[in-house]
């Protein structure tokens, strides 16, 4: 069965009939060739998926799209552009903060939502509310170290 | 994924009238129905969305306090309303899933999230649960974080909700509705053990809608707070996890509520067990009491027998304030 939903990703409008058993993550990379968010478990226990909805960080793997009459996506290709990039996406960068890169964009589109939290004010508390992230390459320190410096000085 | 018919309810009634369908489903954040369907584990033909109810709010309504069946798990834990009265609520929301998955995980749909056993969710095992009569890969399987207390010879599939256990401790209660009409269930009341009917996990009927959750404002939940202990620091579910509320003048007990997870196929409490600790103190003797009063039904495997010492663990480091045992 398809179904007709409207929602925006990055600011355009989507409007089209879609497979009602379809996920957003799968209409993003398939349908609209949005390639930054990664599959790595399918089944919301890895983080690789994460986007923003509504303004909230959400596993896109998750949600069925047909389920988002209205919402607001943004995905790690709506945040900046190779020439201005994002302060998360610069201090990655600075910090070293992955390896082979596959779950760096959940990464960074989580920590959009944790670099505004008040209750994450310490790498402590960064790692936690970073937890649902996972990071095979081990990278945690130096993603901590780039949440941190934005958080501090709201820039890199 | 099996092909199913997507209904956008609009309101209350539309919803009613569509879940009365045989083989629907409701879909609130989706993060454990979606997983499910993915397994092929939930195979509904009908989903109803109910994501456009307003159904969000979280207010305090004379001595109630009342969260709507779609408020996000996240917009609940930090309420300063939950802070106030029921601590224990937000305390055990925190601890549970992770970010994104609070913000998409609604209070209705986390009471009746599916249990986490693995053999349930991996369709080529025998499973009770999943497949009444088929049998339970678990019982003679890898069992340990499964169930030492409520099992049965059916199903010793372990609840796996922190919310439930806190809403227990506070003596929450649930609202329903259906096209005959509202009801309201006592936590305590509202779900099933599995005894010979695993698949029934709750007292709620397939056309039912969870509308909200309603927890009375005491002075005993203003005290209580939420421990969960887990293989990792975070992202994990309860290996034990305890809810507790305590009124004391002075140093005696005058009332106590204490709820545990991650031990039971349904969360658990034992109210006769708590009066053991009443017009008591607080000493390794009197919970030593309480936590064999409220253990002895148990039935451990070899692998899962670490739970009961690590729930009497954590037993005594609330009601001590952290004190050594
Ligand atoms: C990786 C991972 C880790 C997790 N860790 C934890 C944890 O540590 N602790 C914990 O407690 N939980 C944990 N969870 C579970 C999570 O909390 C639940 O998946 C979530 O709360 C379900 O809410 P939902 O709104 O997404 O439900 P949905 O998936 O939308 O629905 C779940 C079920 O409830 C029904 N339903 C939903 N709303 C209603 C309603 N209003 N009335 C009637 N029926 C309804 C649906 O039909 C469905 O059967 C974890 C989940 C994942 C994926
Ligand atoms: S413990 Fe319950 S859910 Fe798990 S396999 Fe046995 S019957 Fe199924
Ligand atoms: S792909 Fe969504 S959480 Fe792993
Ligand atoms: S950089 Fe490789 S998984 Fe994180």
Redesign the interface.
Known sequence: ?K?RVSFTVNGDTIDTAID??A?LLDVLREELRLTGTKKGC???QC?AC?VL?DG????S????A??L?GCAVLTVEGIGKPDALHPLQAAFIKHDAFQCGFCTSGQIM?AL??IGDP?ANTREAV???????LCRCGAYPNIVSAIMEVKSNGTV | MEPFEFVRAAGIQDVLVAIRRPGSRILAGGTSLVDLMKLGVETPSTVVDINALPLSMISVEGDALTIGALASNSDVAVHPAIEQHAPAVGQALLSGASGQIRNAATVGGNLLQRTRCTYFRARDWPCNKREPGSGCAAIDGINMGHAVLGTSRSCIAVHPSDLAVALLAVDAYVHLASVAGERRIAIGEFYCQPGDIPSRETVIGPDELITKVEIPITNLNATSSYLKLRGRASYEFASASVATAILRDGDIVIDAAVAVGGLGTVPWRNRTAEKLLIGKQLTQESILAFCDALFAPASATPSNAYKLALARGAIHRTLRGGAEW
């Open positions: 069965m179904t009602v058993r996920t399918d089944h919301g983080g994460t909805v909230k960080r959400t596993l793997c998750l949600k069925f047909a389920s009459e989580s939502e944790v209750l790692r936690e509310k970073m937890s649902g992230n």
